[in-house]
């Protein structure tokens, strides 16, 4: 994972170059959460940038009763530009004016 990247992996072979962003669902195939900076780097580098939804994961307890991930159907898009009307606004942050005051 790249930290200070919009996108999950950078994968090569020879020159060419994926910048691979990567998302996973136990749900059916649909709706993923992006960030403002994974819809700007798709744009940005389209011809680098793609997508990859796995859906469909099964979460079951290990030994430990720790959670384990298992299986999953795989879906991508590649190039992957995020176009306007494909996506919808589910968050906002919103900044109080200075001049505001704690009670």
Do not use: Y
């Amino acid at each position: 994972m790249h930290l200070q990247e919009s996108f999950d992996f950078l994968c090569t072979s020879g020159s060419e170059v994926l910048q691979l962003e990567v998302k996973g669902t136990t749900g059916d195939h649909g709706p993923v959460n992006v960030t403002a900076g994974e819809v700007t780097h798709s744009r940005e580098h389209p011809q680098h940038a793609a997508i990859a939804i796995v859906s469909g994961i099964r979460v079951t307890p290990d030994a430990d009763g720790k959670p384990t991930a298992s299986g999953g159907t795989l879906w991508l898009m590649q190039p992957w530009s995020a176009l306007p009307e494909e996506l919808k606004s589910t968050a906002f942050r919103w900044t109080p004016p200075p001049s505001s005051r704690r009670h």
